[in-house]
């Protein structure tokens, strides 16, 4: 017999998920906040490449995006509590 970890692979895509969810939304909140996009520090004018509403869809996108990741590895977290910790396989030695 070979027992399988089954709800530690749920646990364990959902702490990716939410380390991921972090950082793409402190990335997204600092564009918003402080950010600028490269090409306003090789343009004549600030602004010319990217306007600063694109700048904002895309901060927002972004914090959005990692919100989602949070919430996704949130409702992971709750199926694994439902999850059985291991199971057990059969294993089929033939030598």
């Not at 939304?25 to 950010?35: A, H, I, M, N, R």
């Not at 090409?39 to 927002?60: H, P």
């Not at 996704?72 to 396989?89: N, S």
């Amino acid at each position: 017999m070979k027992k399988l970890k089954i709800r530690g692979l749920a646990v364990c895509a959902s702490w990716i998920l939410a380390v991921w969810g972090t950082l793409v939304s402190v990335k997204g909140f600092w564009d918003v906040f402080f950010g600028e996009p490269e090409s306003n520090y090789y343009s004549q004018t600030k602004w010319e490449f990217i306007s600063q509403k694109q700048w904002l869809t895309w901060s927002g996108f972004e914090i959005t995006y990692g919100i989602t990741c949070i919430s996704i590895a949130y409702l992971l977290v709750k199926y694994a509590e439902k999850l059985p910790e291991f199971i057990e396989r059969k294993t089929d030695v033939t030598s």
